[in-house]
């Protein structure tokens, strides 16, 4: 039933696009509809995400609210409200790349290919968010190795503790950058003539439903900047 209203990933790719600029240009309550909208998105493709979304968002509201009433007092912290605030405006956008992690390299090669993006970008967009929860894999597993090894990142020593996790980081992302090669390679990337894929995902009645809220976006942007 759920894999039925599940949202197109162009669909997905436009609401992000909308998203990003509307939640700082556009009105409060357009903020709050984008939102509620993004954790509906979120419980229809990886209701899993809840878990992780739902107690930080209200931590930082929370927060946020506390914070700023500290911030008007002490003007040095300030700095540290705008951080807090910036971060729970893009609650929504990083809720929409979570769910476009979860599409397969193909089912995105497929969406962008629609539209006619140049090969180069559909390329780059889908491995991006293809690997993105890969990402987060390898943090973990440079955080167990420094921990096996005795070694502690600290506030003191602020350029050491970036290098425990660039490093490593950086020598993975290397050893990634050939398998992702190798693999497009292998899949007929560089032929010229017209290319198929194997998953393609149809538009739904859900991708309809979407469209009135990209309308209220657009709408609310253009009538606050008139």
Partial sequence: MMEKVKLHPLTLFFLSIIASFSVFIGTNFIY???LVMAFVILLIHKPAGLIQFVPWTLFLFLFVNIWHRIAMMRFYLGAIYTILFVILRLIP????GYVMSG?????????YRKIRLPEKICIGIAVFFRYLPDFRQRMREIKQGAKLRGLRPS???PVHSMA???VPMIYKGLHLSDTV???TITKGIEYEGKKT?????PFGISDVLALPCIALMIGDM???NL
Avoid at 104 to 110: D, Y
């Fill in 93 to 96: 956008i990083f809720i929409m």
């Fill in 32 to 34: 709050y509809v984008i």
């Fill in 181 to 183: 090669a190798a693999s």
């Fill in 197 to 201: 894929n194997y998953g393609e995902r």
């Fill in 103 to 111: 599409f397969s390299a193909s089912e995105l090669m497929s969406a």
């Fill in 222 to 224: 253009i009538w606050k």
């Fill in 164 to 166: 425990l996790f660039l």
């Fill in 155 to 157: 506030i003191r020593r």
